[in-house]
């Protein structure tokens, strides 16, 4: 993490610098598997990669808990610091939240940029922030990780506001840098309150309409569906935290005109500072009537994934909402599980299968779609539209079907 945080003003991505390379540092640990490290540490590179870095090699160690200094041990430690001088790496990547005083001391031996699995999603957030909204959220989101840790790595933020009438008596600097950040703080959430109090408003003036969200891990495909389901030109990469900004469209099946979202994805390790921050932007999930719940598939840990959206969804009381797991990639997962030699009926059997195993696993009306091929999308949306219709007749009782 960068120690010039120019405070008042919105963060700009630090860790964005062509080729950069990377070192991953994890701990197996009594409540981490080895392979549930290596599992987050796969995710931890698809982060770096976001990010604009490159990971040339993963540290891993195993430790009852980490350690108070450097998060590994000493030795360890110090074959980091080897192979940092001699691969010229320029940033050390740590699967775990730092302590203020554990990344000075590490920086002090490496000699080179270190950060944490936090900054480093704060780090892609801000550079996809568009909107007031989330650029707001998004520095909220920095100072409030900042704050506890000003002691380990103080940056002298009262040189930016002037000494004269910021210092009380006996004050030490450390406490004036608190104070001042403390009401950069209050502001941003002065002015995060106005910008939700608008955004609820735009909300209140789109009608009667039934509203349909997009809610899933980050990276499963919800921004590639919304441009098919909405036929818009929403931005979509195979990258993570892709779409941060909340895009709404009308969309139309038949006579059902309804409100399509795509909102921001979920990941293992969220931050608990960037989901308090980030609430407001999941309004527009916890407005809304239904839910498609999309999955990546093809992931091996899409279990995992499905868990942590359903927790997310639980934190902001939207599990009773009515839902569609919509279970994306479905060419990628051929690909990865399917003999070459399997016939095409047997992969129906099998496919139809897994359909209805999904279905009674989740308890969940559930459908096998790719939405890079389109396979399956008239079904979806039949099945899209027969719940938004649904939903119609209970809100409007006593109006026409005809919409």
């Known amino acids: 993490m960068s120690k010039d945080w120019n405070t008042g003003k919105h963060q700009q991505s630090n860790l964005k610098k062509e080729d950069e ?47 108070t200094r450097y998060f590994v041990g000493k030795g360890k430690m110090e074959e980091i610091a080897r192979y940092v001088d001699e691969h010229q790496i320029d940033l050390v990547i740590f699967d775990d939240d730092l302590s203020g005083k554990q990344q000075h001391l590490i920086e002090e031996v490496l000699k080179i940029k270190v950060v944490d699995r936090s900054t480093l999603i704060l780090d892609i957030f801000a550079s996809r922030a568009q909107t007031a909204q989330a650029k707001t959220q998004v520095e909220l989101a920095q100072l409030q990780y900042l704050l506890p840790r000003l002691r380990g790595m103080w940056t002298h933020l009262e040189r930016q506001r002037g000494g004269i009438g910021m210092r009380g008596p006996g004050e030490k600097e450390i406490e004036t840098d608190r104070r001042i950040v403390r009401d950069i703080i209050s502001g941003l959430k002065k002015d995060l309150e106005k910008i939700e109090r608008q955004a609820h408003t735009q909300r209140k003036t789109r009608g009667e309409m039934i509203r349909v969200a997009l809610v899933g891990y980050t990276n499963v495909g919800k921004s ?63 407005e809304s009537d239904i839910l498609l719940h999309l ?46 030699m399997l016939d095409a009926e047997t992969k129906a059997n099998i496919e139809q299968e897994l359909t209805e195993n999904l279905r009674n696993k989740y308890d969940s009306d559930a459908i096998l779609i790719s939405a890079i091929t389109g396979e399956n999308i008239p079904t979806l949306k039949d099945k899209i539209a027969e719940m938004v219709e649904k939903q119609y007749m209970i809100r409007y009782p006593y109006k026409t079907n005809n919409w």
């Not at 818009?232 to 909340?246: G, R």
């Not at 479905?330 to 003999?339: M, P």
């Open 21 to 67: 390379k990377a070192v991953l540092v994890g701990l197996v640990t009594q409540h981490q598997s080895d392979e549930k490290v290596q599992e987050y540490l796969d995710e931890l590179e698809f982060l770096a990669l976001t990010a604009g870095a490159v990971t040339t090699k993963r540290f891993v160690q195993k430790l009852e808990r980490p350690d």
């Open 224 to 286: 590639t569906l919304m441009n098919l389901l909405s036929k818009s030109e929403v931005f979509a990469e195979n990258k993570l935290f892709a779409t941060l900004d909340t895009t709404v469209r009308k969309v139309v099946f038949g006579t059902m005109p309804f409100l399509l979202s795509d909102t921001v994805g979920f990941i293992r390790k969220l931050p608990h500072h960037l989901v308090e921050s980030f609430k407001s932007t999941l309004d527009e999930v916890r």
């Open 295 to 340: 999955v990546d598939f093809s992931h091996p840990q899409y279990e995992d994934h499905i868990a942590t959206v359903n927790q997310t969804l639980q934190d902001i009381d939207c599990r009773d909402k009515p839902t569609l797991l919509v279970f994306n990639k479905i060419d990628a997962y051929r690909e990865r599980n399917f003999d070459e």
